[in-house]
């Protein structure tokens, strides 16, 4: 049987994806929601001192592509060209998305290596000529089985939808060739029960088996009725099924077939996070390729819920569709990576409201967190004219806070670096942050700095000491959710280049106390989360 991706089978890299996105349309939350989890993920990693590869890109070929791109009178190619420099990759890098490549699918060194592959399963007899008549999704780019549809209403009554895009499918009858993918049927539920923890999470486990016990059909795996998509190697009427094509990036991006020593370093991936409706794809099709092939199959498909607005899933076709700039221009960029994951448990699906960011930012942000910063920078400068005092007089409430530190630290690093549960690990650091509140709330530090005896002085100076210490844990703790928010804190703590870059300072070690130096100076910059102005139209 072939090995999982937690074995890695040698490879070095945590290696971590995301779905190359359709660029039918500009990205939307959505798109942004699991792009911005991924980046969580290998930054925490890379914190970790983990040598870590992170991969997304765009998928370009396919039915839905080529229409979109004659409705706007230009060349798919063409089309796609515009969608990624002006769109994708911008908004990545204005989410500070740290990703190591970029695969687009209508690279050489994508469409190259997806012909060689297709070619030798072929040679191995794993494909064959047939034809095939079903109902067939361009949205998806799907055929659909007829149990997977819903009935229409309204102006599709006696129609059959897609139960995704809610519109009508086509009834498509072509010759292809098909993949045996009946044939490993057997195999994967083999390699599931093996391998419990490789579909995340249960619900989508759950689906898949269930799914694959029922029977699974032979893939047809190229297209002849459209020629934008990749030719088939040994008949170029064809073109090869988009998805065959696209679920390759996750091999070719790392060089399958044109760099061994790259492909054995990084292949397979950990984690390929995704969204639940390219479930199928990812836990059956792509596992069966690999198979076939005789390659190590992932360590993880985990698969995310869907962001709803108005009990929708947020989708252009739906007309559902917000913009990650709407958002950005009002809360910050470090704000939004932070609210979808700590106000939506991975995994499952979660309403998204401006009320609720607000309140939240309000609350957590704000008031909890960047207030905290505040409070402390501003009594190191009241009180030790922004010099940070040493501890001499700590005990058991500093001890508590210590503890509590060791204990955020442990708890985020097994809920995020592990689970992938962001809710979790974001939620056990702001705990800490409440923990560090009520520390300064029960100490009551603008009393203590009355007594101006010895004792008291040194008292003070123990519990402004155990803040800052406090905060730069913290600091070091959101660096993977909150990076720029987080350089903000450190460089205020007075965090000198004699401590290193804050990306040296490991997640693991965040709980060692006592790495701010007494003596630093600790100033107190910009506000780390301003007052929202009012919502805009």
């Given amino acids: ?59 370009e070929h396919g039915q839905k592509i080529m229409r979109t791109a004659e409705a706007n009178d230009v060349t798919p190619q063409a089309w796609c060209d515009k969608l990624v420099e002006e769109a994708w990759k911008p908004l990545w890098e204005h ?10 699918t209508t690279e050489k060194r994508h469409t190259d290596r997806v012909q060689e592959f297709v070619q030798d399963l072929y040679d191995k007899d794993e494909i064959y000529k047939g034809g095939y008549e079903g109902p067939y999704c361009v949205g998806c780019e799907e055929y659909k089985l007829p149990g997977d549809l819903i009935d229409g ?78 030719p088939v190697p040994w008949d170029e009427k064809h073109v090869i099924y988009v998805w065959i094509d696209a679920l390759l990036n996750y091999a070719t991006a790392v060089g399958y077939g044109a760099n061994q020593e790259k492909f054995e370093g990084t292949f397979p991936a950990n984690v390929h996070l995704i969204g639940k409706d390219i479930l199928r794809f990812h836990s059956v099709i792509w596992p069966a390729m690999l198979m076939a092939q005789g390659l190590p199959l992932p360590g993880k498909v985990v698969a995310n819920g869907w962001l709803m607005v108005g009990g929708e899933k947020m989708s252009k076709s739906n007309l559902t569709g917000i913009k990650p700039q709407d958002l950005t221009s009002h809360f910050g960029v470090d704000a939004y990576r932070w609210y979808f994951l700590r106000a939506i ?14 309140a939240r930012y309000t609350s957590e942000l704000a ?34 806070v210590q503890e509590g530190l060791a204990k955020a630290v442990a708890t985020a690093d097994l809920k995020i670096g592990e689970e992938l549960d962001f809710q ?23 009393k203590v700095a009355k007594d101006s005896t010895p004792e008291g002085q040194a008292r003070l100076a123990t519990i402004l000491y155990t803040a800052a210490e406090s905060l730069r844990g913290v600091a070091v703790l959101l660096n993977a959710v909150m990076p720029d928010t987080s350089q903000k804190l450190w460089d205020s703590l007075g965090a000198e280049e004699s401590l290193g870059a804050l990306a040296d300072q490991r997640v693991q070690d965040a709980g060692t106390w006592g790495v701010l130096p007494a003596g630093t100076t600790v100033t107190k910059g910009a506000v780390l989360f301003p007052r929202l102005e009012e919502k805009p139209a």
């Avoid at 991975?346 to 607000?358: I, K, L, P, Q, V």
Wanted: aromatic share 14%; glycine share 10%; hydrophobic share 35%.
């Fill in 153 to 230: 209403e309204g102006g599709f009554a006696g129609q059959k939808l897609c139960p995704i895009h809610k519109k009508p499918v086509e009834l498509l009858k072509e010759e292809n060739y098909f993949f045996k993918l009946s044939e490993y049927g057997p195999k994967l539920l083999e390699f599931y029960a093996a391998n419990p923890g490789f579909i995340q999470p249960e619900s989508a486990r759950n689906e898949v088996v269930n799914f694959v016990e029922q029977g699974l059909q032979d893939l047809s795996i190229s297209r002849s009725t459209f020629d934008w998509g990749v």
């Fill in 345 to 358: 448990a991975y995994g499952s699906d979660g309403s998204f409201s401006w009320e609720d960011f607000t």
């Fill in 367 to 400: 008031n909890d967190y960047g207030n905290l910063a505040s409070r402390v920078a501003a009594m190191v400068g009241k009180y030790f004219g922004g010099a940070l005092p040493e501890a001499t007089a700590a005990g058991d409430a500093e001890r508590a």
């Fill in 95 to 104: 989410l500070d998305i740290a990703n190591d490549d970029f695969i687009r």
């Fill in 1 to 59: 049987m072939a090995a999982t991706g937690s074995e890695k089978q040698g490879a070095t890299a945590y290696y971590v994806s995301t779905p190359i996105y359709y660029v039918n349309d500009a990205p939307h939350l959505g798109h942004a929601y699991t792009t911005v989890a991924g980046d969580v993920l290998t930054r925490w990693h890379r914190q970790r001192g983990e040598k870590v590869w992170y991969l997304t890109g765009t998928d």
């Fill in 424 to 446: 979790g690990g974001i939620l056990a650091i702001f705990e800490f942050v409440k923990q560090v509140n009520g520390y300064i709330t029960e100490q009551e530090p603008w």
